[in-house]
């Protein structure tokens, strides 16, 4: 079966080819992390004509490195939210206008589904699983006990990691998105400031990394007003040390409550070197996947595979009616 995914949730074009799942014929990207720099994050507006200028011609590269046709694809598969409104909905008409052309079916996928998903494309699924989500927008914990049945065991109650992330890489001057430069200089720094650890050890599943980020911003300007050397590679460290201990911590703790068969990472922060370190050092009882990089961050490679399989779930397509939402529960599919 070929799945055409098609993701312009946020500030990537992205659409692929998937055969059965898994095999990816093509998964295009077109980023537009150059044009959001200037301002320091990304602007909605902005991203929604960068999104018009792109799309046809990611959708012609996708089907042209498929070496397929249109009419060989069996299904569409859209993100129908969460993100911006108006991104979502440049992919949605895209996606709805191949669908009425070509006569194609066409599905709404939850964008973290297929952030989940993105693990399925090379280490398959073995339930039941654990999936650690961490991204932009989402902090949280996922038991699956089959395909696409998401029970939400905690979240954030306020800032998710990649956003914690990109504030503290700000003050520290390194740029948009910031994930990446924080996790590169944190190699070359050491755990010396000792920032809290929030939450771990509160008896939930959820997290909160907003007052952890106040203490980061903190900690930096009151050295500053000081005159203190900053040393921005202990910073990064520091914050890395303190983020990757919560979130292990309370995987392991899931891991172990619902003796799961493997654990999987999935999102932006997916891409994390220390994340994936400290997960494989402490958790040796199951396997731990993480996506390939391509993967991590969105993709419309995901958003297939993750179409697929709620396809196979469900059996139901959706209509042109279909829309976009900038809020969405992932347990209701
Ligand atoms: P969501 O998926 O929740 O809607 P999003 O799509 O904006 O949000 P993703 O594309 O999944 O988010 O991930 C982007 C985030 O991942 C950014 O916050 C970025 O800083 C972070 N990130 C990417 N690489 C790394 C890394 N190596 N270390 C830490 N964070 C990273
Ligand atoms: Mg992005
Ligand atoms: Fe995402």
């Not at 990816?24 to 959001?36: P, Y």
């Not at 012609?60 to 939210?81: C, E, M, N, P, Y």
């Not at 109650?157 to 992330?165: F, H, I, R, S, T």
């Not at 903190?218 to 921005?232: F, V």
Request: proline share 3%.
């Amino acid at each position: 079966m070929y799945v055409l995914g098609v993701e312009t949730s946020c500030d990537e074009t992205s659409v692929s080819v998937v055969k059965d799942g898994n095999i990816v014929l093509s998964n295009q990207v077109l980023s537009q992390i150059d044009i959001h720099q200037n301002y320091g994050g990304v602007v909605p507006e902005i991203a929604s004509r960068e999104h018009v200028k792109g799309v046809t011609y990611v959708f012609d590269q996708a089907i042209k490195k498929a070496g397929i046709a249109f009419k060989d694809i069996d299904l569409i598969a859209v993100t129908k939210g969460p993100g911006l409104i108006g991104s979502l909905l440049i992919g949605i008409n895209a996606a709805k206008v191949i669908s009425m052309n070509y006569n194609i079916p066409i599905i709404g996928v939850h964008h973290i589904s297929g952030h989940i998903y993105a693990n399925y494309i090379d280490h398959g699924m073995n339930f039941p699983l654990l999936a650690l989500v961490v991204s932009g927008g989402h902090t949280e914990l996922i038991l699956m006990k089959e395909h696409f049945d998401f029970n939400k065991l905690g979240e954030t109650q306020d800032d998710a990691v990649g956003e914690a992330y990109d504030k503290v890489a700000r003050i520290l001057d390194l740029g948009y998105p910031g994930g990446p430069a924080v996790d590169q200089l944190a190699k070359e720094g050491k755990d010396s400031l000792h920032f809290p650890r929030p939450m771990i050890h509160s008896d939930d599943y959820h997290f909160s990394f907003s007052g952890l980020k106040s203490h980061v911003i903190n900690t930096h300007h009151n050295m500053k007003q000081r005159g203190e050397d900053i040393c921005k590679e202990d910073f990064a460290r520091s914050f890395q040390e303190a983020v990757t201990d919560v979130l292990v911590e309370k995987t392991i703790k899931a891991k172990n409550e619902f003796k799961v068969k493997e654990v999987i990472v999935a999102g932006g922060v997916a891409a994390n070197s220390g994340l994936r370190q400290k997960l494989n050092e402490r958790i040796k009882d199951v396997p731990v996947y993480f996506p390939k990089m391509a993967y991590c961050t969105d993709n419309a490679a995901m958003i297939a595979a993750a179409g697929y399989f709620q396809y196979k779930k469900h059996g139901e397509y959706d209509d042109l009616y279909i829309n976009g939402y900038s809020r969405l529960n992932l347990e209701r599919g």
